[in-house]
């Protein structure tokens, strides 16, 4: 291998203190020509995908952004069903929202659609769908998925009508939303 890549056998008993119980993490590669990690992995449910959450949140808060996390997954007769589905891509959307300040913006209120491997992301802006679709927002998201173990599917943004059916999903996401944010600002007073 390679001097400025590092092979690493995964400890189990260190992820699990993570909270990391469903995963099966093959190997771990360390690049430090790159400063990247890559994780090499089976993923069989939506818990595994959960893990991988775990982990990515874990590295990037205590490495502040200066290292970056990668996941290389295989499906291991990974099966969901529309709602679990749906729970990956807000995850996906999650995710790309902590690194890309555009998909913050245009991606707070949207609903989903799944038809197969066909998700369709509505938004409420011709404008943002525009600007997102420039940005190629919708690779960056199938690209989320595939290290999730969901590779081939593809996003659309599509134009939407958020009048009446919406209002309540929209404030339920802020509700969480802002739940989130409480936690997030508990853990980081904690750890003054």
């Known amino acids: 291998m390679n001097e400025k ?11 699990s203190k993570m909270g990391v119980n469903n995963l099966k993490i093959k190997k771990i ?9 890559t994780f090499n992995c089976f993923v069989s449910s939506l818990n595994c ?6 982990i990515y949140k ?3 808060s205590k490495f502040q952004g200066e290292l970056d ?8 007769n990974l099966n969901l069903n529309e709602e679990e589905l749906k729970d990956v891509v807000d995850r996906a959307v999650e995710k790309l929202k902590t690194k890309n300040s555009t998909s913050r913006s245009f991606l707070c209120f949207y609903k989903l659609h799944i038809n197969g491997k066909n998700i369709k992301i509505e938004l409420n802006d011709k404008n943002a769908i525009f600007i997102l679709n420039e940005l190629k927002v919708n690779l960056k998201i199938e690209q989320i ?14 134009d939407g009508n958020f009048s009446d059916t919406g209002i309540a999903e929209i404030e339920k996401k802020i509700d969480m939303s802002i739940k989130d944010n409480e936690k997030k600002n508990r853990k980081d007073e904690r750890r003054k």
């Open 5 to 15: 890549r590092i092979l690493i056998n995964p400890n189990l008993e260190v992820f």
């Open 29 to 37: 590669i360390l690049d430090t020509r790159y400063k990247k990690v």
């Open 49 to 54: 995908i959960k893990d991988i959450d775990v």
């Open 58 to 60: 874990n590295i990037s």
């Open 69 to 76: 996390v990668e996941f290389l997954t295989s499906d291991d």
């Open 145 to 158: 998925l595939s290290e999730y173990g969901l590779r081939n599917y593809y996003i659309d943004f599509i």
